[in-house]
């Protein structure tokens, strides 16, 4: 599935909803993917996001030494990976074998992109001060990618305790955003 490349502007498009994503993480030869759904667009241009990861899980450590991820947005299909994912830890385990996960490159993070998710976000931590208190990050995004093949993505949505829903039928409406 070739790619292309997303203008930074239309990340909020990706993130708006909420979807669970995948956060990748690695450091020193290390790698982990964790199941998220605590994250919340700030800003536009940059794009800026923030999430919560709780000092509980083994990313925590990972991102907070890298100070860089991505943020990779599985469709329904993957449901079955990213709820392994969350139920699993990676100080174990090689969470890309373990789920049939396939790592790509990145071109501006030294952290893979999950090449079976429909879009992928670079991403450099900009701000830790909410981390001590509140495990929240802020992440800037320096390079987005998405595969134009997937038009209306059915993204899942977590609605805690294990039930998910998936993104419904897509309309427009009028706006003012640009």
Same mark, same amino acid.
């Given at each position: 599935?070739?790619?292309?490349?997303?203008?930074?502007? #239309?990340?909020?498009?990706?993130?708006?909803?909420?979807?669970?994503? =995948?956060?990748?993480?690695?450091?020193?030869?290390?790698?982990?993917?964790?199941?998220?759904?605590? *994250?919340?667009?700030?800003?536009?241009?940059?794009?800026? =996001?923030?999430?919560?990861?709780?000092?509980?899980?083994?990313?925590?450590?990972?991102?907070?030494?890298?100070?860089?991820?991505?943020?990779?947005? !599985?469709?329904?299909? =993957?449901?079955?990976?990213?709820?392994?994912?969350?139920?699993?830890?990676?100080?174990?385990?090689? #969470?890309?074998?373990?789920?049939?996960?396939? !790592?790509?490159?990145?071109?501006?993070?030294?952290?893979?992109?999950? *090449?079976? /998710?429909?879009?992928?976000?670079? /991403?450099?931590?900009?701000?830790?001060?909410?981390?001590?208190?509140?495990?929240?990050?802020?992440?800037?995004?320096?390079?987005?990618?998405?595969?134009?093949?997937? #038009?209306?993505?059915?993204?899942?949505? *977590?609605?805690?305790?294990?039930?998910?829903?998936?993104?419904?039928?897509?309309?427009?409406?009028?706006?003012?955003?640009?």
């Amino acid at each position: 599935m070739a790619k292309r490349t997303l203008p930074l502007g #239309k990340v909020y498009t990706l993130l708006e909803p909420g979807p669970v994503v =995948l956060l990748g993480t690695a450091w020193r030869g290390e790698r982990n993917l964790m199941a998220m759904s605590w *994250h919340s667009m700030l800003d536009f241009e940059p794009p800026l =996001l923030g999430c919560v990861v709780s000092q509980g899980n083994h990313s925590f450590s990972l991102l907070r030494k890298a100070r860089e991820c991505v943020i990779n947005i !599985p469709t329904d299909e =993957l449901a079955a990976q990213v709820v392994g994912c969350g139920n699993t830890t990676g100080a174990k385990m090689d #969470k890309f074998a373990r789920f049939g996960l396939t !790592p790509k490159p990145a071109r501006t993070v030294a952290v893979p992109l999950v *090449h079976e /998710c429909f879009a992928n976000l670079e /991403c450099r931590v900009v701000d830790t001060r909410g981390v001590n208190k509140y495990n929240w990050f802020v992440l800037e995004v320096t390079q987005a990618w998405v595969d134009p093949a997937v #038009k209306a993505p059915r993204t899942l949505h *977590h609605r805690g305790h294990g039930r998910f829903m998936r993104a419904g039928d897509e309309t427009t409406l009028p706006s003012r955003m640009k």
